[in-house]
């Protein structure tokens, strides 16, 4: 199992464990995160489950794909230069204690 901490926009932590292979979207959606919408289901296809990895963690969870960049620049609010969309981002046993920031909304 791999932990996250999703940290809110006005600073609550939630702390869940996740399975290796799962997104870190699918980990908050089935672990009733708020924050986290999701609802494409992980296809890519909304921003509804965009984050700010925290910059501890950003080297571990790599760089955008331009599929991800285009739609966090067509559909987030507030994308900054560690934003991701979580459904992109696999648990890994490296990633065990990852921190993700959530905006203040989902659009």
């Not at 986290?36 to 990895?53: N, P, R």
């Amino acid at each position: 199992m791999v932990k996250v901490t999703y940290i809110a926009a006005d600073g609550t932590e939630t702390t869940v464990e996740g399975k290796t292979g799962d997104s870190v979207m699918h980990t908050a959606v089935s672990n009733d995160v708020d924050g986290i919408v999701g609802e494409c289901g992980g296809a890519m296809m909304c921003a509804t489950c965009h984050c700010y990895v925290d910059e501890a963690w950003t080297d571990k969870t790599g760089e955008r794909q331009s599929e991800e960049d285009d739609m966090l620049e067509g559909a987030a609010s507030e994308v900054k230069a560690n934003s991701r969309l979580s459904c992109q981002i696999k648990l890994t046993p490296d990633l065990d204690g990852l921190v993700v920031h959530m905006p203040e909304d989902q659009f």
